[in-house]
T-cell receptor, first 115, second 112 residues
Framework: KAGVTQTPRYLIKTRGQQVTLSCSPISGHRSVSWYQQTPGQGLQFLFEYFSETQRNKGNFPGRFSGRQFSNSRSEMNVSTLELGDSALYLC??????????????FGPGTRLTVL | SQQGEEDPQALSIQEGENATMNCSYKTSINNLQWYRQNSGRGLVHLILIRSNEREKHSGRLRVTLDTSKKSSSLLITASRAADTASYFCATDVAGNTGKLIFGQGTTLQVKP
């Protein structure tokens, strides 16, 4: 099976702009999670979707949003970009459908730089 | 704050030696997972250990879990230069399906 793919791999934006990142999960996986990784804060959970429903959300401002489509592909959007949004954004998919989080399969990430 | 705290933050060893990394967490978990990351790339899953398991092996990897002490350890035996990477523990907190809470990670350098 093909792995998790993320597009674009690299992105440079300026403050105030908005950005949309895309994630295609492994075929058959219905759960998609998003994480932000920065040197200072480490890996932080953004949100998780399962069958087009957001099941869980991290402590990020409302500028960060996401959605999942019927084919399980997911997008996340960041509006009004700030310098501190510069990070590696990682998407992960899994078969998690029950009450526990199964193995997460991560994509290569999107490196976002905000100037 | 992070659920998991890892110790040590950095570890440098020679090829062939064993490497041990520790992880502590704060709340009840469904499972604990270990991941590896090479140079800012995506994470690779290593092992998942459930809360009712005490030890798990996968090749040169051995993971232990002590739920009474809320701690886990990852042992890499006979390390290789290719094991150089950052290693993260991640906890699946009970009642929070789909969300992993990661520790800050241990950076392992294996010298040839």
């Amino acid at each position: 099976k093909a792995g998790v793919t993320q597009t674009p791999r690299y992105l440079i934006k300026t403050r105030g702009q908005q950005v949309t990142l895309s994630c295609s999960p492994i075929s058959g996986h219905r759960s998609v999670s998003w994480y932000q990784q920065t040197p200072g804060q480490g890996l932080q959970f953004l949100f998780e979707y399962f069958s087009e429903t957001q099941r869980n959300k991290g402590n990020f401002p409302g500028r960060f949003s996401g959605r999942q489509f019927s084919n399980s592909r997911s997008e996340m959007n960041v509006s009004t970009l700030e310098l501190g949004d510069s990070a590696l954004y990682l998407c992960a998919s899994s078969t998690s459908g029950g009450f526990a989080t199964d193995t997460q399969y991560f994509g290569p990430g999107t490196r976002l730089t905000v100037l | 704050s992070q659920q998991g705290e890892e110790d040590p933050q950095a570890l440098s060893i020679q090829e062939g030696e064993n490497a041990t990394m520790n992880c502590s967490y704060k709340t009840s978990i469904n499972n604990l997972q270990w991941y590896r990351q090479n140079s800012g790339r995506g994470l690779v899953h290593l092992i998942l250990i459930r809360s009712n398991e005490r030890e798990k092996h996968s090749g040169r990897l051995r993971v232990t879990l002590d739920t009474s002490k809320k701690s886990s350890s990852l042992l890499i035996t006979a390390s290789r230069a290719a094991d150089t990477a950052s290693y993260f523990c991640a906890t699946d907190v009970a009642g929070n399906t789909g969300k992993l809470i990661f520790g800050q990670g241990t950076t392992l350098q294996v010298k040839p």
